[in-house]
Structure formats: structure tokens, C-alpha cells
């Protein structure tokens, strides 16, 4: 719980030895599963349990993602995340967690983090009236955080990739934690700037996504360098983007959301 609840909710996590890669640190997509979690637990807490969006066939969607690595976090260490409803625009929602280590409150982590508003996860809708009543930081506006797209480099390498049936979430669609993985491994697998800027802190993923993809989807994804960054692109055969993204080994701001 937080001080200030309704408005903010905080929960502890202590980071497992499967969230942690080569070199024991914390996996970015590890932040972003705590960061969904908390999210339900908030809902929960102000009396909207998952059970009460699937009776009603409510689901939100990720659209956006602006996370934020500003410090090392490894097994072990205990980590507290706070979440809050910054605001809202018809079906999009934005929340803010903040990660911040128990031992020294060192802010590990910032997360941005905007979701639409589906009706079976497939049609916008308005956010629910009774949601806005529980959530009075929903009547705050907010506008869209834009990503340019940026043409990948002639001759940088593609390749085929799919999402395994254990990737999926209740809505048979790949969770949007596992987006990250992917990307994360493309980018490392392109050398070894590319691997530093994998794992560097700080560094700021910037993700937005366009579809859902389901297992077996037939997908290609490609990573190159421009601009002082990585950038990343998840699409199907036929061009349709799935998700386009950068990961840049700086601390990016948050205050702009």
C-alpha cells in the first residue's frame, strides 16, 4: 500500500534468479512484468479485480512504453514499485511506476506506460464511467507520446521469428513483456556496441505498438544502429509493423509524459 492511496499503490517485489541475465542483472521485461502486476494489484485494490474485466469483457492494451533503467538491480535485491494513473484521452490511460531499490531507495527504474481501452481486446471504447470514478486522475488530459519511425539501413539483417504458445497471455495474444525479450536479443545478437548498449545503465527503451501477434505468426524483425541509438522493428512479411522501437544507452526523460 502507499500514503497517498487511491491515487498511488506500492508493492515490493525481491528479484528472482530467472529475472536476471548473463552478468545477474535484472532483464528489462522483468521490470515490465512487475510493472503489469502492480498495475492489476492497484485495480484490485479500489475494488476491480481481473475478475470484474472479464465478466464485463474489458481488456486494456498496450500502446506505449517508455521504460527507463537508471541502476543496476540483481538477485535478490528488494525493489519497490509505485504506480499512479497519471491521466487519460478517451480510450488511452497512462500510468507511471517508479522502481526504487529498499536498501539504499536508489530509483532503479521509470516506466511510462499508456494502454487503450478495448471491449474483447479488439474495439477502442471509452474507459468505463465506473473506472473514472475510481480513478479521478483519469479526468486529467493527456496527449499522445509520438516514436518516429526510422527507415531501417539498406543491407542490415533481417530474420524470421515466431512467438511460442508459452509467450501467450489470456488474451492468446503475445504478452507485450515479451516484445522486449525480443528485442533485447535481436539488438545483442547484432555485436558488441550492440550488446553494450543491451545492457548499459542507464539506458531508455521506447516501444510502441501497432498489433497484436499471436504463436506461429510469421514475423521478421531487424535491429541497426543511427542517431546515437538502436532501433528496432517487429513486422509481418508483407511490411505490416507489429512494433518499432529504440533502445539508447542514455537516460531518457519522463517528464515529457
Known amino acids: 500500500m502507499h500514503d497517498?492511496?487511491?491515487r498511488a499503490f506500492s508493492q515490493t517485489f525481491r528479484v528472482r534468479y530467472d529475472e536476471c541475465g548473463p552478468g545477474g542483472w535484472m532483464r528489462a521485461s522483468a521490470h515490465l512484468r512487475a510493472c503489469q502486476e502492480i498495475a492489476f494489484a492497484h485495480s484490485d485494490a479500489v475494488g476491480f479485480p481481473l475478475a470484474w474485466y472479464e465478466h464485463n469483457r474489458f481488456f486494456w492494451i498496450l500502446r506505449r512504453i517508455r521504460l527507463v533503467l537508471h541502476h543496476l538491480a540483481r538477485y535478490g535485491h528488494a525493489l519497490?514499485?509505485?504506480?499512479?494513473?497519471q491521466g487519460a484521452r478517451r480510450m488511452l490511460a497512462r500510468r507511471r511506476t517508479t522502481v526504487r531499490r529498499e536498501s539504499?531507495?536508489?530509483t532503479v527504474a521509470t516506466c511510462i506506460a499508456d494502454w487503450i481501452f478495448?471491449?474483447?481486446?479488439?474495439?477502442?471504447?471509452?474507459?468505463?464511467?465506473?473506472l473514472v470514478r475510481a480513478f479521478p486522475a483519469f479526468t486529467q488530459p493527456i496527449a499522445p507520446i509520438p516514436l518516429v519511425e526510422v527507415a531501417a539501413l539498406a543491407g542490415a539483417a533481417r530474420r524470421s521469428v515466431a512467438?511460442?504458445?508459452?509467450?501467450l497471455d489470456d488474451m492468446r495474444h503475445a504478452n507485450?513483456?515479451?516484445y522486449v525479450d525480443l528485442c533485447d536479443d535481436t539488438i545483442t545478437r547484432a555485436?558488441?556496441?550492440?550488446?553494450?548498449?543491451?545492457?548499459?545503465h542507464p539506458r531508455t527503451y521506447d516501444l510502441l505498438y501497432h498489433s497484436a501477434a499471436a504463436a506461429d505468426d510469421a514475423l521478421v524483425d531487424v535491429a541497426w544502429a543511427a542517431t546515437g541509438a538502436w532501433?528496432?522493428?517487429?513486422e509481418r512479411p508483407d511490411g505490416t509493423l507489429v512494433l518499432h522501437g529504440r533502445l539508447a544507452p542514455e537516460e531518457g526523460s519522463t517528464n515529457d509524459a
Open 104 to 106: 539504499d531507495a536508489a
Open 231 to 234: 532501433h528496432y522493428r517487429l
Open 176 to 178: 507485450h513483456t515479451v
Open 191 to 200: 555485436g558488441t556496441s550492440a550488446t553494450d548498449a543491451a545492457t548499459a
Open 4 to 6: 497517498d492511496f487511491p
Open 80 to 85: 519497490t514499485y509505485t504506480t499512479r494513473v
Open 118 to 130: 478495448t471491449s474483447d481486446g479488439t474495439r477502442a471504447i471509452r474507459i468505463d464511467d465506473a
Open 163 to 167: 512467438f511460442r504458445t508459452t509467450d
